[in-house]
């Protein structure tokens, strides 16, 4: 029943920043339209120089083959166990490196570190007790890309490793380490890239991760944004 309530959970996730972007690209496809509209473009009558005028190269400008790189911030929601438990969420930070095949594919490799899924409770002696998990999250991924101009919607999913490990502190002081896993872990997501120029873009990114073994309950959503530059 958990792992069906954590599928169930993944894909609602899934669907539901699905939906956000579809929402967003149609926004950002409205406005560049309604722009348009109001430009005096030269007639090709009267104007003899058209032809040497510079204006922007096609949509394939963003779409070019080539390695990239980027880094980002990132917010973790726990989801241990399949649902929501007494540990807290997490800040965190992303580094990500990929090579754009084709206009619709690419792979990419990504590291994620959550810094501190947290659990404070007290005892019945009105001790205070602190418990830090910390993860560190690498996927091998592939994307695929909806490239509609600058604006690219993407959905992605692969598999990795994930380890965590646990600090428990009590009135502040670290009492000892709660030891180290390391599992395999797939991941799913969806995200948007939103280009400033062909080489540098802003990415808007979501993510579930799903561990295996003795992590199988560290499951949590990753959601972040970034900037990234293709070479």
């Given at each position: 029943m958990i792992k069906t309530a954590r599928f169930q959970r993944a894909v609602t996730t899934l669907q539901g920043t699905v939906c956000v972007l579809a929402l967003t690209v149609g926004v950002l496809a409205i406005l560049p339209g309604s722009s348009r509209a109001d430009t005096d473009y030269p007639r090709a009558d009267t104007d003899h120089t058209r032809a040497d005028t510079d204006y922007p190269r096609a949509d394939t400008d963003y779409t070019r083959p080539g390695p990239y790189l980027g880094v980002g911030v990132a917010g973790g929601l726990e989801d241990f166990g399949g649902g929501r438990s007494a540990f807290g969420d997490?800040?965190?930070?992303?580094?990500?490196?990929?090579?754009?095949?084709?206009?619709?594919?690419?792979?990419?490799?990504?590291?994620?570190?959550m810094d501190d899924f947290g659990l404070t409770a007290t005892t019945l002696g009105g001790t205070k007790v602190h418990e830090?998990?910390?993860?560190?999250?690498?996927?091998?991924?592939?994307?695929?890309i909806f490239p509609l101009g600058f604006v690219q919607p993407y959905l992605s999913g692969g598999v990795g490793l994930l380890n965590a490990d646990s600090t428990v502190k009590i009135r502040g002081q670290e009492l000892h380490h709660g030891g180290s896993a390391t599992e395999f872990a797939g991941r799913v997501g969806a995200g948007l890239d939103l280009f400033a120029t062909p080489q540098l873009a802003l990415t808007l990114d979501s993510g579930y991760v799903l561990p295996t073994g003795g992590l199988e309950d560290f499951n949590y959503i990753s959601f972040g944004m970034g900037v990234r530059y293709t070479f």
């Open positions: 997490s800040a965190g930070l992303t580094v990500r490196g990929g090579y754009r095949l084709a206009p619709y594919f690419a792979v990419e490799g990504l590291y994620e570190y830090d998990i910390r993860t560190h999250n690498f996927s091998l991924m592939g994307k695929a």
